[in-house]
T-cell receptor
Framework: GDSVTQMEGPVTLSEEAFLTINCTYT??????LFWYVQYPGEGLQLLLK?????DKGSNKGFEATYRKETTSFHLEKGSVQVSDSAVYFC??????????????FGKGTRLSVIA | EAQVTQNPRYLITVTGKKLTVTCSQN?????MSWYRQDPGLGLRQIYY???????DKGDVPEGYKVSRKEKRNFPLILESPSPNQTSLYFC???????????FGPGTRLTVT
């Protein structure tokens, strides 16, 4: 079945450091790919998405590019802030079915940014 | 304000005592879903619903029930909770065919 693998955390960075959180996936066809963020005590929020190969999703300084050849969707940010401290989830939605197929999530990566 | 609400936010209960966690959305979304979040396991889908009276099992449905009698509500029912159902539960909704799901704030359940 479909699956998402993302790097184990926690990740601790100093403010203004460069961030990469790796995400690879296994799926048939052409899934849509997502990064969700969960701030402390809150539910998940969509951070960015990409729906086809070579698409780049971006939001709030974060970017991720849909790489079909490497089945990857790594999250990057050039300069992290303390307010970016959160848990980040990579997810995919299969293209096999119409309508709302379930999201398949990775296990999450906790990011802590220190001033 | 468009939102997904869940109640209660925190619940401590004992094994075998039936409970219901409510979920309501005010965005007229057709699709609703329940997830549980456990350390090291990420989010796993319990049940989902494509519309009123249409529900289906997710990856981990055992020990749970749902109903969808109204479009805005999607309660999660634990008929006989057990300690392995101690978890953080999230409800989510979206329009059919949309990419983004909107998540509620979560319900932290402890079963002793």
């Amino acid at each position: 079945g479909d699956s998402v693998t993302q790097m184990e955390g926690p990740v601790t960075l100093s403010e203004e450091a460069f961030l990469t959180i790796n995400c690879t996936y296994t799926a048939t066809g052409y899934p849509s790919l997502f990064w969700y963020v969960q701030y402390p005590g809150e539910g998940l929020q969509l951070l960015l998405k990409a729906t086809k190969a070579d698409d780049k999703g971006s939001n709030k300084g974060f970017e991720a590019t849909y790489r079909k050849e490497t089945t990857s969707f790594h999250l990057e940010k050039g300069s992290v802030q303390v307010s970016d401290s959160a848990v980040y989830f990579c997810a995919l939605r299969s293209s096999r079915n119409s309508g709302n197929t379930p999201l398949v999530f990775g296990k999450g990566t906790r990011l802590s940014v220190i001033a | 304000e468009a939102q997904v609400t869940q109640n209660p936010r925190y619940l401590i209960t004992v094994t075998g005592k039936k409970l219901t966690v409510t979920c309501s959305q005010n965005m007229n979304h057709e699709y609703m879903s329940w997830y549980r979040q456990d350390p090291g396991l990420g989010l796993r889908q319990i049940y989902y619903s494509m519309n009123v009276e249409v529900t289906d099992k997710g990856d981990v449905p055992e020990g749970y029930k749902v109903s969808r009698k109204e479009k805005r509500n999607f309660p999660l029912i634990l008929e006989s909770p057990s300690p392995n159902q101690t978890s953080l539960y999230f409800c989510a909704s979206s329009p059919v065919g949309a990419y983004e799901q909107y998540f509620g704030p979560g319900t932290r359940l402890t079963v002793t």
